[in-house]
DNA sequence: TTGTAGGCGTTATCAC
DNA sequence: GTGATAACGCCTACAA
């Protein structure tokens, strides 16, 4: 039988403060080399069943943890998972994040966050610092980086995932749905419903915005004959928020009063246009109608409810991340476009009556 | 003149990919050794003038850029601040979440996020890991920690900053303020504008929405003579929504139709609860109150516009950030407590006109 | 299946 | 002020 000797645990507390334990002390315990309980760990079918099982016995009555810096710095391959938003408040990018924790939950990969504000300067700059830690892989958003950022994304040694749109060339994955299909989808529907003047309300004008913008144009001159549409647009960089909607649809109405309808950039600013219109006495739907863009929980929910275009942000995160496992367990290789669509949601904000 | 060896740098298409550019490199290139760059990286003013310009100029022209994985094994202290909070999609903690990116950005650290879901068991696991990561801090929210994640962070070689609660004793440091204050104070104007039969409405319940939901029943029990107040309260373990809010506020009239207030949880729940008032064809403030909890942004925008009690959460990322940089500085030490307030916005939907 | 040797890039320690 | 040397804890490559 063996004896075990007591291990110098972290929580002892003679000794140096905190020792370590470290592959090293497993080995002793089981007697066997470092190597071997290294492997034990992480290809266990390396390793004989009885073995693996006193070293399973073993790490588990000392408490080792594997130290992610030396595993780094060794294999030169960092557990951390870069992924680069825009923002960490807006909804969209928050839902986005969740997908992404849920789905590195549980894994041995960490989610390293990053945020551009908004900026390309930025997002290169934390391409850089990020690609310095050897990241098992990168997710970032928008296909619009600047070259040296798309330089810098082709050559990491990672499978490196674009999200939230579609493109042309994707530097290597790519996990998205079109912005602009998306957009014309809602004002066409707008249209349908037979509002005859329908207006484009946008904050922020990042590029996606911007592509949904260039919808609803494109929505517009197909239905009018000349290509004459004029052009009822609000747009302003200013961050969006549920009060700028309202700012920006009594101002639409002031400029344009003849707006019937409009299409926002998204959920927040038409959720500002509905309490702007209700305020206005306005009855939307017969009187206004009101889009928005991402279909957040609230919309559903308000009253009445708003017409959105549903987007699958959640989804997004997880399957980013699915794909960056798959690269790296090698299950896939190659480039790869998922398009993960988009659904028009017709509610009372855009009914008739 | 020094004559500059071309160094080879990742992009190199030559050679080995992505040979990695070190200390050694700048330390060859300037004619010193790897630990003087070091030093010169680190603590500047340990290095001469002319040297530190030198080692500055190399490192620009080499694009090196320090290998946190070798940093962390080195130093025994990663460049990480690990942060345990409930849930990311969260208004409140994706608030909290910006305070804490933005005072982390510029700096050396990173943040790494766990999720807890909600789940003391989870939290405790994730400290676990995170502790084996040497991490430069610790942010958690809350102050339920079970017993074994208080005795890992009691332990721990780190700042550890405990947030968005007060309470009596901290682990190390506390940023936060009284949830129990807050609704007993939200409560009490509800009183005090003449509501006779407040009510509670209550989703999650986590700790937090335990200490608003005693607030409640405080302010009732003070002014109710007998303590006699019948308990007019609505509470669920499911996640809140803002349809879940209608629900709830439905379901509430059912139960208790003399109910003329509700202080609710959180502003999804309050926004919920408007939306489905309005649906009931009730005037929001004459005929009945309605109290939210937190101040999001959509409170001040909605129609009519909602009260509620607004809390400092993106202050409390930044500041929570600033006490582990600033104990890790060595400018502080020791225990501290940092009350953040609340303060209590009354709105039209608790005017009685 | 298991082990040996060496190195990953940086910093701590102790000299000079 | 600067440098040699030895870790830090683990993994790759190769050998047995």
Redesign the pocket.
């Known amino acids: 039988m063996i004896v075990f000797p007591m291990p110098k645990h972290p929580s002892d507390k003679t000794g140096k403060p905190g020792?370590?334990?470290?592959?090293?002390?497993?080995?002793r315990e089981v007697?066997?080399?470092?190597?071997?309980?290294?492997?034990?760990?992480?290809r266990p079918?390396?390793?004989?069943e009885?073995?693996?099982q006193r070293i399973a016995a073993a790490v588990e009555t000392l408490g080792?943890?594997?130290?992610?810096?030396?595993?780094a710095?060794?294999?030169?391959?960092s557990n951390v998972i870069g992924v680069l938003i825009p923002s960490v408040t807006n909804n969209v990018f928050s839902d986005v994040l969740a997908g992404l924790y849920d789905t590195v939950g549980g894994t041995a990969f960490n989610v390293q966050l990053g945020n551009t504000r908004y900026r390309a300067e930025v997002e290169e700059e934390l391409i850089r610092i990020f690609l310095s830690q050897r990241p098992a892989g990168l997710i970032v958003a928008g296909i619009d980086q600047t070259p040296a950022s798309r330089a810098m994304l082709a050559q990491a040694e990672c499978p490196v995932v674009q999200i939230m749109e579609l493109g042309e060339d994707p530097v290597d994955m790519l996990v998205g749905f079109s912005h602009r299909d998306a957009a014309q989808a809602a004002t066409e529907h707008l249209l349908a419903q037979g509002y005859r003047a329908p207006a484009f309300l946008g904050a922020r004008m990042d590029p996606r915005s911007e592509r949904r913008h260039a919808g609803f144009r494109a929505a517009l001159a197909a239905a009018s004959p000349e290509g004459a549409a004029p052009a009822r647009e609000l747009t302003t960089t200013e961050p969006s928020s549920v009060r700028l909607g309202g700012v920006l649809f009594d101002r639409l109405r002031e400029r344009f009063p003849e707006t019937d309808a409009v299409f926002c950039n998204n959920d927040d600013l038409a959720l500002g246009a509905q309490f702007a219109a209700q305020r206005a006495g306005l009855k939307v739907g017969p009187e206004v109608g009101i889009c928005g863009f991402n279909d957040l929980e609230v919309m559903s929910a308000a009253h009445p409810t708003i017409t959105s275009v549903r987007t699958f942000r959640r989804e997004t995160g997880e399957t980013a991340v699915r794909k960056v496992l798959a690269r790296l367990a090698g299950e896939e290789a190659g480039p790869d476009v998922t398009d993960l669509q988009w659904k028009l949601i017709p509610r009372s904000s855009t009914d008739r009556g």
Chains 1, 2 share one sequence.
């Open positions: 020792r370590r334990v470290t592959l090293a002390d497993v080995a007697g066997a080399s470092t190597i071997t309980v290294s492997r034990a760990l992480r079918e390396m390793v004989s009885g073995l693996r080792y943890l594997p130290d992610p810096a030396a595993q710095l060794a294999s030169r391959r």
